[in-house]
């Protein structure tokens, strides 16, 4: 299988790239003469609408909708049987360019792309299925008007409407090349249950991926499609070299239908390039730092695939002229938000890192979560880790960083718990398998990794050095998606509501003028 190393120096990244490049072109004139079809699949995952983001890659710039067009355009040409494929969370958690306008521009961008088909993430059900349902069909909204919706074909076999007991979305849908039937097969991961609010979610139920997917292989399979492929929103990894596999998706290829021949993951922001049970696995980091090429010949006769290749190919920023329709685009919506976004509210000597250290905590989350309790005037804030997007770097600071830093339209909430419900919520930082530490303030807190889960806790101190009190009750700011119980902090909801405040990025914005101002 190829795939893309990645090494550290600058140059051999380069090197790398350019290397990666001519051996997707090697690939197909060595293959295209013989009798099999050749197919190419070009996928992304978790754009999370960074159309005007520049990101960094091994101190390469990488990154940016003109750029990630302008690569998808060129492999395109390589093989005219291109599908354009994702798997989902391209919208959600966005910057103001597209969150300021519903994410309608990305949708855009996938449109002037011509993606071919997606599967929904997480983040399309953020702001609730309706929502969701009007980008993908069109509909009008009341802040950007009328949409005419994705050209896109969304699937997903797993999103199940609970008041007809059937899938929200079609399970999967079939392409041909050259006569040759593909089946492509949706599933999101059943961790949106904890990561969407639950009033965002309550038409629907996310049933397990596994029996979802071997599901739909067999109506495929009826159907006479021996090519398949799945799009997942399923957290998956592997090394470099296409080695230990980890995650999620790497424990359920296994038990998937040996008729599946590709998985594009997702989700977890990382790269795969494997293959597990004969399942060839890959995913492309994020934020359009790169794509998955994925490279299969079939045989006409059997249908079946017989051979699969994977690059991930990185979107270096150097090597590329970026794409001229996709810079009219973003200009169109750079004209619309210019002015008030570019607004000055401080200057920050240093900078906030976003970046945990060894014991789960981040300099930002701490700013954030000193913010919030001081605009609620409470005793205890606590903030959860992925409602954080970016880091805010040394220098002038404006809305627009600050609306890209905290995306999501998250508002304050003041609750009343006791000492006993809190220690309850520190020991749900971990489960089983994951650990998600919360970020706060107002309190300090000692616990035991090695005792079981649900009792690593030894004490909870106070910022006067007392320890909590079991009964004593205590208020508590945290956002209304943690009081909701997201990020399956149920304990949350224990507490009872006092007030409602602003939002989260407003709490942050204010402490910024005051304390730093310019």
Do not use: C
């Not at 969407?196 to 495929?220: F, M, Y």
């Not at 014991?359 to 804030?381: C, R």
């Not at 998250?410 to 000492?419: I, N, V």
């Not at 489960?431 to 005792?451: F, H, M, P, R």
């Amino acid at each position: 299988m190829s795939k893309a190393h990645i090494m550290i120096p600058l140059f051999i990244l380069f090197l790398f790239i350019v290397g990666s490049y001519k051996l997707a072109e090697t690939n197909f004139s060595q293959s295209i003469s013989d009798q099999n079809v050749q197919v190419q699949l070009l996928g992304v995952n978790d754009l999370h609408g960074q159309l005007d983001k520049d990101q960094t890659l091994l101190g390469a710039k990488v990154g940016g909708a003109e750029y990630l067009s302008a690569y998808l355009k060129k492999y395109k040409g390589l093989n005219e049987n291109t599908l354009l494929v994702h798997a989902g969370d391209m919208i959600g958690g966005s910057p103001p360019l597209s969150s300021h306008f519903q994410d309608e521009p990305t949708i855009e961008l996938l449109n002037l792309l011509k993606f071919d088909i997606g599967t929904p993430g997480n983040h399309e059900l953020d702001e609730g299925v309706k929502e969701m349902q009007r980008l993908i069909d069109g509909g009008f909204h009341e802040k950007t008007g009328d949409f005419p919706g994705s050209t896109t074909s969304y699937i997903s076999s797993n999103i199940i409407n609970k008041k007809t007991n059937t899938p929200l979305l079609p399970p999967y849908v079939i392409k041909q090349i050259n006569g040759i039937k593909i089946g492509f097969i949706g599933v999101l991961t059943t961790e949106t249950n904890q990561f969407v609010l639950p009033e965002q979610r309550k038409e629907i139920e996310i049933n397990d991926e596994v029996s979802a997917v071997n599901q739909s292989v067999q109506l495929l399979k009826e159907k006479g499609v021996k090519s398949i492929v799945v799009l997942a929103h399923v957290p998956v990894e592997s090394n470099e070299e296409g080695t230990n596999p980890q995650g999620d998706l790497a424990e359920m290829a296994s038990k998937m239908d040996d008729e599946i021949d590709v998985i594009f993951g997702a989700h977890n922001h990382r790269y795969a390039n494997t293959i597990v049970d004969g399942k060839l696995i890959v995913q492309s980091y994020s934020y359009g730092k790169a794509f998955s090429q994925v490279l299969l010949s079939i045989d006409p006769t059997t249908k079946d695939v017989v051979q699969k290749d994977a690059n991930i190919i990185v979107t270096s920023q150097d090597l590329i002229e970026p794409d001229k329709e996709t810079l009219v685009l973003l200009q169109k919506y750079r004209e619309k938000i210019e002015g008030n976004s570019n607004t000055i509210v401080g200057v920050i000597p240093e900078g906030f890192s976003r970046k945990k250290n060894a014991n789960g905590e981040s300099p930002l989350a701490k700013v954030i979560a000193e913010s919030s309790k001081n605009t609620m005037d409470t005793e205890i804030a606590f903030v959860h880790h992925g409602g954080i997007r970016a880091s805010i770097k040394k220098g002038y600071i404006s809305k627009e960083d600050l609306y890209t830093v905290l995306p999501f339209d998250h508002t304050l909430k003041k609750l009343t718990m006791t000492g006993e419900q809190i220690k309850l919520v520190l020991e749900q930082q971990w489960t089983e398998d994951k650990e998600n530490i919360l970020q706060a303030v107002g309190v300090t807190y000692q616990w035991d990794s090695d005792a079981p889960v649900g009792s690593r806790i030894l004490e909870v101190i106070d910022r006067e050095g007392n320890v909590l009190e079991t009964k004593k009750e205590y208020e508590v700011t945290v956002s209304n998606y943690l009081a909701s119980g997201g990020d399956g902090f149920t304990a949350f909801k224990e507490g009872r509501l006092v007030e409602s405040g602003p939002r989260v990025v407003t709490a942050l914005m204010d402490y910024i003028q005051r304390e730093y101002s310019y």
